[in-house]
């Protein structure tokens, strides 16, 4: 057949998961998404030689370092292993889990280092990475089987990780990736999918507080950002001689910020940011959708906790029409030395445990 004969159709690809206990290590994907995007892929920086040889042009080109990077876009389904596993790595710590009801268990995403994560000295597993099997589109052959390349990409981290809703829209989740090394894979994945409805605008709410212990008020919004960057070094300083692929893949400085969009009714942001005032914020995601089969048991939802954030900017709002007046702020997360972190999460779900 040449190249480019007959076509392969996007509905068809999958993007599924497994968690790595050593870095770049493959594991074939048992958690799967419908996803909105993906766009992971392999680079390799080139050079032509610049040696001179008795002709204008380049007669000899040489492949230096490989480079494995992109994104994965979903929406926001906590029901879903594969999201918690992208939550989870980026946030780098432990998951402890706690039983709430037959069916539903709360887990709290505990910020970490990405390689010293087990839960307790004698149980859970370090996750090191992920590996994410990519099915890039295929042919659909009868009900519910295709064919296609699947692609394999190990050591996976989460480099910047973001959470948001806006009014009429889907909470999405977005994970900016740095893999170690990417292949055709052999695998033969079967992707199975959650049927819980992803959380939308609806069900968002947001409190506010002078610390997390002491949230009384509600925050009116139109949007919100979680935003996690991990700063991970996959340059120069990662690699090593006798390898194009990454050696190591260490996050360094977390930085942890949180982004609004707020009609503008009263001068209290204005003071927040003139005093340099610390605010707690907590945001409730829900989905309305019963997780577990008591009547008692809570609904698939994620909470996250940012116990100490300051406004950057800005302090007052643009007027550019004769409409409703808004202002989006930047607020910096930073390190809460009472309650030990700058974010945390917790989400329910019917997963025993992600150890």
């Known amino acids: 057949m040449s190249v480019g004969t007959g076509s392969r159709q996007g509905y068809v690809a999958i993007v599924g998961l497994a968690p790595e206990y050593t870095l770049g290590t493959h594991v074939t994907a048992?958690?799967?998404?419908?996803?909105?995007?993906?766009?992971?892929?392999?680079?390799?920086?080139?050079?032509?030689?610049?040696?001179?040889?008795m002709n204008?042009?380049?007669?000899?080109?040489?492949?230096?370092?490989?480079?494995?990077?992109?994104?994965?876009?979903?929406?926001?389904?906590?029901?879903s292993d594969f999201v918690?596993?992208?939550?989870?790595?980026?946030?780098?710590?432990?998951?402890?889990?706690?039983?709430?009801?037959?069916?539903?268990?709360?887990?709290?995403?505990?910020?970490?280092?990405m390689e010293n994560n087990k839960f307790s000295?004698?149980?859970?597993?370090?996750?090191?990475?992920?590996?994410?099997?990519?099915?890039?589109?295929?042919?659909?052959?009868?009900?519910?089987?295709?064919?296609?390349?699947?692609?394999?990409?190990?050591?996976?981290?989460?480099?910047?990780l973001s959470i948001k809703g806006e009014v009429n829209g889907m909470c999405m989740l977005t994970a900016e990736i740095i893999g170690r090394s990417a292949t055709l894979s052999s695998d033969s994945l079967t992707a199975s999918?959650?049927?819980?409805?992803?959380?939308?605008?609806?069900?968002?709410?947001?409190?506010?507080?002078?610390?997390?212990?002491?949230?009384?008020?509600?925050?009116?919004?139109?949007?919100?950002?979680?935003?996690?960057?991990n700063n991970l070094a996959g340059d120069t300083a990662s690699r090593r001689l006798g390898t194009r692929v990454l050696d190591v893949l260490p996050p360094t400085r977390r930085e942890v910020l949180f982004n609004v969009s707020q009609r503008w009714t009263t001068n209290t942001t204005y003071h927040r940011f003139n005093d340099n005032t610390?605010?707690?914020?907590?945001?409730?995601?829900?989905?309305?959708?019963?997780?577990?089969?008591?009547?008692?048991?809570?609904?698939?939802?994620?909470?996250?906790?940012?116990?100490k954030c300051y406004l950057n900017s800005p302090a007052v709002p643009e007027i550019g029409d004769m409409g409703v007046v808004t202002v989006d702020q930047e607020w910096a997360a930073m390190y809460d030395s009472e309650q030990g972190y700058s974010v945390q999460m917790a989400l329910f779900n019917g997963t025993l445990d992600y150890n």
Not at 30 to 53: G, V
Not at 56 to 79: A, C, H, N, P, Y
């Open 278 to 307: 610390a605010t707690a914020f907590r945001v409730h995601i829900d989905t309305g959708v019963t997780a577990g089969a008591a009547g008692g048991n809570t609904t698939y939802s994620m909470v996250i906790d940012l116990p």
């Open 121 to 160: 000295a004698t149980s859970g597993t370090n996750t090191s990475s992920l590996s994410i099997s990519v099915r890039k589109g295929g042919v659909l052959a009868a009900a519910g089987t295709a064919t296609g390349d699947v692609y394999q990409f190990d050591g996976c981290r989460v480099n910047s």
């Open 30 to 53: 048992t958690s799967f998404a419908c996803f909105n995007s993906e766009s992971l892929n392999k680079q390799r920086t080139e050079q032509k030689l610049e040696s001179i040889c």
């Open 193 to 229: 999918f959650s049927t819980v409805v992803p959380a939308t605008f609806v069900n968002v709410s947001i409190t506010t507080g002078d610390s997390i212990g002491n949230l009384a008020a509600t925050e009116i919004l139109q949007s919100f950002e979680v935003v996690i960057n």
């Open 84 to 113: 918690v596993w992208l939550m989870a790595q980026a946030m780098g710590g432990t998951v402890a889990a706690s039983t709430v009801g037959a069916g539903c268990t709360k887990h709290t995403l505990y910020a970490g280092d």
């Open 56 to 79: 204008r042009d380049f007669t000899k080109r040489v492949t230096l370092e490989e480079t494995v990077e992109g994104s994965i876009e979903v929406d926001l389904d906590v029901s």
